[in-house]
């Protein structure tokens, strides 16, 4: 196994990590404490996520001998800051999580449930996540509107590095957000005390409570939006790069980390869509068999940021929430455009697809259960409608 480890493999998972943690953190924040979490809650869901992440991609990789990338799910974060608080606070948003992760075992174990997932229409599943999504991708325009010497910088720093790099866009934004934070925003007298009594990890357990809105608001649509967005192109980006994983026990392991994360504040790990193809790519190595190092590698970066979440969590709350919200929001601008197309790109699902969008959009519950539960549902109903017509 050693013989396999390569300097190539160390440089790509150690940028794999960065990239990952970096690009998207802030979603998560953002959605743990859109749902109720308090700081340290959301800094135990941060850190719980990352360690989680990192053991999940060293075991599988090392057992499967293949570049198993894993991720949190970034979707699901965005699912969450759009949902809003649910009745029982966090502990039944962890209830959710909790409820997710078991049905994300199940669909790898039993294979009725996982064909039940994939047969849902991909233009209502990307219809779905475009109308999670689209809330945040507002945010930047919101940044430059409080203030656009704080917010320009971040959006600027985006588009410029983006225009060159794809890769670093966001990293490119989270580095203007420090300078920013730490020339711009005038810090609190405690700031440095706040800092420094973070740097030892911190564990928040959370009890789950288990309710009918916490299960149709949080646990069923997270679980669609986790499998449909994230471990069902994990899957395809292994075979694209010549793998030929078996996707139900990878789905599986993915769930039974999602479940041991939860009741520390994680909401849900999946198998890694964008950073797959860095880790399964040639730039990890010539040799396919080798590339399984740049994943294990990967997930050593996921387990020290983990352990470093208290700090990172800390350093953003010192900052206004729009920017914070901002970087989120440019991190999803490319998950937008990309669900947004693949929804109404065949004509036949379209008014369908639109009507999922614009509930979900919406952001407005009934009977205490989210938007994008009742959007799905309005789609799937749409679709159904105009089918029957039509075979009538």
């Not at 190539?8 to 802030?26: E, I, P, R």
């Not at 029982?88 to 996982?114: D, H, M, Q, S």
């Not at 352990?307 to 901002?326: C, E, K, M, R, W």
């Amino acid at each position: 196994m050693l013989r396999d480890f390569s300097l190539q493999s160390l440089f790509m998972g150690l940028l794999t990590a960065f990239v990952g943690f970096a690009s998207s953190f802030a979603v998560v924040l953002h959605g743990l404490t859109g749902v109720g979490a308090s700081e340290a809650q959301a800094a135990s869901g941060l850190m719980a996520l990352s360690v989680a992440m990192g053991v999940c991609a060293i075991v599988l990789s090392l057992a499967t001998r293949m570049p198993v990338s894993i991720a949190w799910s970034t979707p699901g974060g965005a699912l969450l800051a759009s949902s809003g608080a649910v009745a029982g606070g966090f502990n039944t948003a962890v209830g959710g999580f909790l409820i997710c992760g078991a049905l994300i075992v199940v669909a790898g174990l039993w294979k009725p449930l996982g064909r039940a997932v994939a047969a849902i229409p991909a233009a209502l599943a990307n219809a779905m996540l475009a109308g999670v999504l689209i809330g945040l991708c507002f945010a930047p325009v919101k940044a430059i509107a409080f203030n656009p010497l704080f917010g320009l910088p971040i959006v600027l720093a985006w588009a410029v590095v983006g225009s060159i790099n794809r890769l670093f866009a966001v990293p490119a934004a989270l580095l203007a957000f420090i300078l920013v934070l730490a020339f711009g925003v005038e810090m609190p007298a405690d700031a440095m005390t706040r800092l420094s009594t973070t740097l030892v990890p911190h564990i928040e357990w959370v009890t789950p409570a288990f309710t009918v809105a916490g299960l149709v608001s949080i646990g069923l649509p997270l679980f669609i939006v986790t499998m449909a967005s994230q471990n069902i192109p994990g899957i395809a980006v292994l075979k694209v790069n010549g793998y030929e994983p078996q996707p139900g026990p990878l789905f599986a392991a993915t769930g039974l980390f999602s479940v041991l994360s939860a009741p520390f504040g994680g909401h849900a790990v999946n198998l890694a869509a964008i950073t797959a193809a860095m880790c399964a790519g040639e730039d990890a190595h010539r040799d396919p068999a080798r590339r399984y190092w740049s994943a294990i590698v990967a997930g050593a970066g996921y387990i020290v940021f983990g352990l470093l979440a208290a700090t990172v969590t800390a350093f953003v709350s010192l900052a206004p929430p729009v920017l914070i919200q901002a970087v989120a929001g440019l991190a999803l601008i490319s998950a937008f455009a990309g669900s947004a197309m693949a929804a109404f790109k065949e004509a036949d699902g379209r008014e369908a697809a639109a009507v999922t969008f614009l509930v979900t959009a919406s952001g407005v519950s009934f009977a205490g259960v989210s938007g994008a539960f009742w959007g799905l549902l309005a789609g799937g109903l749409m679709l159904a409608l105009a089918r029957f017509t039509k075979s009538r």
